[in-house]
Each structure stands twice: as structure tokens, then as C-alpha cells.
Nanobody
Framework: QVQLVESGGGLVQAGGSLRLSCAASGRTFTSYVMGWFRQAPGKERESVAAINRSGSSTYYADSVKGRFTISRDNAKNTVYLQMNALKPEDTAVYYC?????????????????WGQGTQVTVSS
């Protein structure tokens, strides 16, 4: 089992940047592929990005390609989401998630462990 704690959310103006962090504890971090998801008020949870165990492969939702970057530091048991050129429509609670599946996935049903979320608010 793994425990996940997100941090780094906040209020930012449109066009600004934020970096989210997700610290993992418990089982060996490199046993998990990691993903970021988000949920805006009144909307379903949607995928944002995913990364494989080594960090060599990444996947992005079309809505964030070219603006967001997922990365991981296995020595620090942490996964990051660098968010640039933020838009008001990026406003949501952002969650990190972990899965012991072989490859990364943008499907939330593939993830077993979830953090508590961190709020990101982008003002226009």
C-alpha cells in the first residue's frame, strides 16, 4: 500500500505557473506508475497526465499538452506536475494517484491509491 500527499496548489492569475508535488510513502515508489487527475465543481474527474515507473514515458490529456509536464524523482518518492500558461478552465482540485499496473494510464479506474487533493484556482 502507498500513501499520497499532494501540495503546491493555490491561486494564480491566468498565464501563470504552479508546480504541484505528490509525496509517496509506504511501499517502494518505483513499484507504481503515477497519474494526475483533476475535478472541477460540477464536473466529472478527468485525466491530466501519467508517467511510467522510471519516468521515461509520459502521457498527457489533449487539454494540457504543451503546457503541463509530469515528472518524478524516485530518490525523493515524489511526482510533480509543472503547470504553465494556466487558464481559468484549469481550475479544479488536483489529485495524484498510484497504480501497480505495468504501464501508465490516463484512465482513473486503473489507479488504486489516491491523495486527498490540492486546490488550484486560476483567475482571469
Amino acid at each position: 500500500q502507498v500513501q499520497l500527499v499532494e501540495s503546491g496548489g493555490g491561486l494564480v492569475q491566468a498565464g501563470g505557473s504552479l508546480r504541484l508535488s505528490c509525496a509517496a510513502s509506504g511501499r517502494t515508489f518505483t513499484s507504481y506508475v503515477m497519474g494526475w487527475f483533476r475535478q472541477a465543481p460540477g464536473k466529472e474527474r478527468e485525466s491530466v497526465a501519467a508517467i511510467n515507473r522510471s519516468g521515461s514515458s509520459t502521457y498527457y490529456a489533449d487539454s494540457v499538452k504543451g503546457r503541463f509536464t509530469i515528472s518524478r524523482d524516485n530518490a525523493k518518492n515524489t511526482v510533480y506536475l509543472q503547470m504553465n500558461a494556466l487558464k481559468p478552465e484549469d481550475t479544479a482540485v488536483y489529485y495524484c494517484a498510484a497504480s501497480s499496473r505495468v504501464g501508465p494510464s490516463l484512465r482513473d479506474n486503473d489507479y488504486y491509491y489516491w491523495g486527498q487533493g490540492t486546490q488550484v484556482t486560476v483567475s482571469s
